[in-house]
């Protein structure tokens, strides 16, 4: 196995694995807050604006009570932080 097979492989594994505690994350203030910080050191990019709607999306699910909405959003928001 060659060498950038290798870091393929590592990179891989480590945005699976965070990916899967992402699905597990709690829809709160605390995870929110951690994400718009997070989405605040990004550079401006499509990425961040992407971010910064589905973070946008995120509140107003949780203020409407739609839970599950609220998950999906906030992991689109953090994948997008990435």
Do not use: W, Y
């Not at 699905?23 to 605390?30: G, I, S």
């Not at 910080?37 to 709607?53: C, Y």
């Amino acid at each position: 196995m060659r060498v950038p097979t290798i870091i393929a492989l590592t990179v891989l594994t480590a945005t699976g694995a965070a990916a899967q505690n992402l699905q597990t994350r709690e829809c709160n203030a605390a995870n929110i807050a951690f994400v718009v910080e997070a989405i605040g050191k990004m550079p401006d990019s499509k990425q961040k604006a992407t971010a910064s709607e589905e973070i946008d999306a995120t509140k107003q699910a949780m203020t409407e009570g739609r839970v599950d909405d609220c998950k999906d959003h906030l992991l689109k928001a953090t994948l997008q932080t990435k």
